[in-house]
């Protein structure tokens, strides 16, 4: 294409002709082999047509021959580019972005390295297509939809959170989580800490713990294995939602302590006045922390009244039941929709408690009770708040060794409830009789879409007539929902629901 | 929903409606009988097709869309519900782990409670023992110290420490124990943790093993979804292929219907054209001759037509000519009019012009004069105030005039009437009586006397009246009014309490009620006064009017009642004479009163009858009062009318009684008195020139007195003196005579 266009603007200056041909002469001798042969096959049929000039003619074939088919514009970039080329080199030094048009915005973004320092970067980019560069240059596992769909939120939370996880108190320079916090400050919603290391002793606690660690551990002091205090951090995330933390070492290997676990009371005190300080908090997660009754209460305490709180989520913990009192009053004194207090220590007062705030609820959606002990004082007690319950949706008592008394107060409850879609009573001791209460308190129901009564030794005949009416109740729920989209996702949703539980 | 095989089926129901439609009579044909059919039909069959129609739905309908429907939507749901199984027994299987490990859990908690409550037992019993043997040891020590024999002290000591090593024994027991536990703990953590990993590793695997599955039978279900799809829109295909091909085979027959029915069609066609050519050539030539003929008529007739043509050319052309003739007159005569009208125009003009000068000067002049006019109110106005004032200032001066005349004529009247007494009682010796005459007692003006007002006559005359009855005096005042003539007190007051009584309607309400409490008198008074503002009478002159005319129209009726008796025809050119008799002022009014009275004393002749003979024929009958106001409110308005200008002349005082007053001064002394100073004075000149006389010669006989004194003196003087002594003869002697 390139050849054709510069011969037809070539072919009128005759003239000029001569320099261009002087020009390429010495160049174009080389490659005039090559054209040569398909040249003069295409001239030709003008030539034919066009006698009476046959000057021009000659000249036409005498260019071509001196033509240089590798010449090309192309070959002399545009300003444009050479500019943008300068940018996107000295962007660290000088960074050029919103003055320039779109498609040269577009152009230099695709262009810029995923290195560039933060501080330039953070604020002054927002295509995401620069921040997949970086997670993907990061990480090779990105999970976007984690995120909130956003590749700059995924880049500045695991960022964040990669340097919280590797932090030393008292080594590590706390300025580099103060440093990044004016950069991701508007970017951070969720905070995920699955580790805390504690402040590096090592070198003088080993011997000792070398000797004998039992005595190691009576003799610990406690301020020593104070972790990173989050106040600062989640005071200066103006739009933090969600704090998702475990204070836990891993992969500790052979350098097993104890103490390397302890969630301690000045830990517990700062994380709580941080939490009581962030009024944008949505979803608070506490899990597999050592945390005790006291320490669940004084969390608990610091969120009373919180404006926003939806989800606590304080499972795999040792709280008892002055913890599920704590938890109990928190229900009636914040908007909390979901609260997790699978595998800790409550049992029957504590669920007794539960069960009195529960009564008159009007907000809790999700309960989960998993692993504890609350037997059937606590759940005769969970069994009668739901009779006056009219917004719980989701009640998981898997593993709380109840039995047939608390399955004769649910089948009431099923028959009455109408909010209830899903309840879970697997490994339990729920017996034969049980089932058969359940199955006809399931019989008046038509809501219920799951019921988990796996391991809870119900005879397999009550537990398919159950599935039965489950199935049923489901297909109902299909029909009402009238839109097979919103069909497909309840399934899609149930589906993950089912894994989780 | 609609079934498309519901279609198909109900297609060659309309191939056969058509069909039949064909056959039976048609909505087309000439015949109306058969339309008529034809519409029944048609009815009939839409009918019938739309029972046939129901029928089939009601009966088959939901078979035949779960069939229609099946192909795809089956599977669909068969998919959907071999998913939704495969998804939940998936999750299930993978749950299950998690349920067993939670199972194993609360297992292993269990056990453990169980296992530390032994222990915990165990270390207490342990503790308990410990602390026997402890105590045991200890009081042993106690033993110890009060043994002194050293062989015992030894044995107690052997034997305590033998004591102290049970005990440790049983510790160190105790703690190996433990530690045992400990160690088969540690081990059954690893085993956990392996079992756990190896959950963990099953969990996993089954998690793939499901994802595989499920996306496998994801897979599956969509490529049979797919497949069914494929089929049904095979048989779909197939179907509509089988459709369409019927459909053109149909279309191909009928189109050969038609074009063979075409085909008869033109040759019939045909043929009715050839037919039709022939008759119309033979019609053609017959009547080619019959106009051929005609046309021969014509051109005869042309010709005519062109001969009387030429003759009406030439009688047009002559016509035309005289036009054209009298064209150019009436041009000229147009010019003439034209220049006629240019003429009458200006006139026209000018005279508009004229006009408006004029209009403007009128105008002008009209202004002038209502300045003018304008000016002279004005300066009228100004004479009329400087006449009144000087009218006013005449009055003045013409009184104070009067008043010094009538003072100086009175004190020549007194003198003369002193001058009378003297001569009276001096002269003549004769009782002197002074004369009492009406305008000695005047004083000013005669006629300035104020006209009293129409109530306050009433007030008096009733206040009269009533003293009167007081009194019972029939004797008539000597008339404070001097007027009402012939008119009783008493009459007057009845009429006017009849008025009072009978036209209350004059009177406002709201003062009736006012009026009330009052006493009778003041009552009357106070309802006159309001009737007279009414009626519009306001003097004492309008007040008699009235009466008087109350009294006149009772005589009349009276007499017109006496004459209707007689000759009731001609009471009305009676009645009416005798009115112009009465006061001219009152024509109008009883004229028409008559008119109304023409019909009434009709009516009411015989009431009138009635009436005459009562008693009192004075009375008025209190019905004909109303009619008696209306006619004199008629009357009275006339005159009231033309009052307004005389009421200017009122002010001019009538100097007729003027002269008479001064003529009747200047005769205060009677001729005959005159007559008889005549005398007197004659007599007294006479008695005068006596006394003059008499007084000449008294003065005379004094003077001689004195002349006698005087000579006397003299002669004394002379007697007395010394010559008379040297006269020889002395006088003395002489004059003795006289002294003696």
Known sequence: MQDTVTTSALLDPSHSSVSTQDKSSTGGHTSSTGPQPSKPSITPVPAKSRNPHPGANFHRMRRIIAEDPEWSLAIVPLLTELCIQHIIRNFQKNPILKQMLPEHQQKVLNHLSPDLPLAVTANLIDNENYWLRCCMQRWPVCHVAHHGGSWKRMFFERHLENLLKHFIPGTTDPAVILDLLPLCRNYVRRVHVDQFLPPVRLPAQLRPGDQSDSGSEGEMEEPTVDHYQLGDLVAGLSHLEELDLVYDVKDCGMNFEWNLFLFTYRDCHSLAAAIKACHTLKIFKLTRSKVDDDKARIIIRSLLDHPVLEELDLSHNLIGDRGARGAAKLLSHSRLRVLNLANNQVRAPGAQSLAHALAHNTNLISLNLRLNCIEDEGGQALAHALQTNKCLTTLHLGGNELSEPTATLLSQVLAINTTLTSINLSCNHIGLDGGKQLLEGMSDNKTLLEFDLRLSDVAQESEYLIGQALYANREAARQRALNPNHFMSTITANGPENSVG | ?740
């Open chain 2, 1 to 740: 929903m609609n079934p498309p095989g519901s279609l198909a089926d109900l297609d060659p129901n309309l191939d056969e409606h058509l069909s039949t439609q064909i056959l039976a009579p048609s909505v087309h044909s000439d015949n109306p009988q058969e339309r008529i059919q034809a519409r029944r039909l048609r009815i009939a069959a839409r009918l019938e097709a739309r029972r046939r129609e129901a029928l089939g739905e009601y009966l088959d309908g939901k078979k035949e869309s779960e069939e229609d429907q099946s192909k795809s939507y089956k599977q669909k749901e068969e998919s959907r519900l071999k998913l939704a199984k495969l998804l939940l027994c998936g999750t299930e299987l993978v749950t299950n782990i998690q349920v067993a490990i939670d199972t194993r859990e609360i297992h292993r908690r269990v056990e453990e409670e169980e296992i530390k409550r032994q222990r915990i037992e165990k270390l207490e019993n342990e503790v308990k023992t410990s602390q026997d043997k402890f105590d045991e040891i200890t009081s042993k020590w106690e033993e110890g110290k009060q043994k002194r024999i050293p062989q015992e002290l030894w044995e107690m000591l052997n034997t305590q420490q033998l004591h102290c090593a049970g005990l440790l024994e049983d510790k160190n027991k105790l703690i190996s124990e433990l530690q045992q536990e400990l160690k088969t703990k540690d081990d059954q953590y690893v085993k956990d943790l392996k079992k756990q990993s190896d959950d963990i590793s099953l969990l996993l695997e089954r998690m793939e093993q499901q994802v595989k599955n499920v996306m496998k039978t994801f897979r599956e279900e969509l490529c049979n979804i797919e497949k069914a799809f494929e089929v049904e829109r095979q048989e779909l295909l197939a179907s509509n292929k089988k459709k369409w091909e019927r459909a053109l085979q149909a279309h191909n027959a009928k189109e050969l219907e038609y074009l063979t029915n075409r085909m008869k069609k033109v040759e019939d066609y045909e043929k009715q054209l050839n037919r039709q050519r022939i008759r119309d050539c033979e019609e053609y030539n017959t009547i080619k001759i019959k106009l051929e003929q005609d046309v021969q008529i014509l051109e005869q007739q042309l010709q005519q037509r062109k001969a009387i043509y030429q003759l009406n050319q030439e009688k047009l052309e002559y016509n035309l000519q005289v036009l054209k003739k009298r064209d150019e007159e009436s041009t000229v005569i147009k010019s003439q009019q034209k220049r006629k009208i240019n003429r009458l125009r200006d006139t026209l003009n000018n005279l508009r012009s004229k006009y408006a000068k004029q209009i403007k000067q009128f105008q002008e002049e009209n202004q002038s004069l209502t300045l003018d006019y304008q000016r002279l109110v004005l300066q009228f106005k100004e004479l009329q105030k400087a006449m009144r004032h000087f009218a006013l200032i005449d009055d003045e001066k013409f009184r104070e005039i009067w008043l010094m005349n009538e003072e100086e004529a009175k004190d020549l009247i007194a003198r003369a009437f002193d001058v009378d007494r003297i001569i009276h009682t001096h002269h003549l010796g004769l009782p002197w009586t002074a004369p009492d005459f009406w305008f000695l007692k005047n004083v000013g003006p005669i006629s300035q006397q104020p006209q009293k007002s129409a109530t306050q006559i009433v007030e008096e005359m009733l206040m009269h009246t009533e003293e009167e009855e007081a009194e019972e005096a029939a004797s008539e005042p000597e008339s404070y009014l001097d007027l009402p003539k012939q008119i009783s007190e008493k009459t007057t007051k009845r009429i006017l309490m009849l008025l009072c009584d009978e036209s209350g309607f004059l009177v406002e309400s709201k003062l009736l009620s006012l009026l009330l409490p009052l006493e009778q008198n003041e009552c009357y008074l106070l309802r006159l006064d309001a009737i007279f503002s009414a009626l519009g009478i306001e003097s004492e002159d309008d007040l008699y009017k009235l009466v008087n005319f109350f009294l006149k129209y009772r005589a009349h009726r009276l007499s017109s009642s006496l004459q209707i008796k007689s000759c009731s025809q001609a009471s009305t050119e009676k009645a009416s004479m005798e009115e112009t008799s009465m006061g001219s002022e009152l024509e109008l009014a009883e004229q028409t009163e008559m008119e109304g009275e023409k019909e009434e004393s009709l009516v009411e002749g015989e009431k009138e009858e009635e009436e005459e003979t009562p008693p009192y024929p004075w009375v008025i009958h209190p019905n004909d009062v109303v009619k008696i106001l209306e006619a004199f409110v008629m009357g009275l308005k006339k005159p009231r009318d033309s009052r307004a200008p005389p009421r200017v002349q009122k002010n001019v005082r009538n100097n007729s009684k003027d002269s008479e007053y001064w003529q009747a001064l200047t005769t205060v002394i009677p001729s005959s008195k005159q007559n008889l100073w005549d005398a007197l004075y004659t007599a007294l000149e006479k008695y005068h020139i006596v006394l003059t006389q008499r007084a000449k010669l008294l003065q005379e006989n004094s003077s001689l007195e004195q002349q006698n004194t005087e000579l006397q003196a003299l002669l004394q003087q002379y007697l007395n003196s010394k010559i008379n002594s040297e006269l020889q003869v002395p006088p003395t002697q002489v004059l003795w005579v006289p002294k003696k």
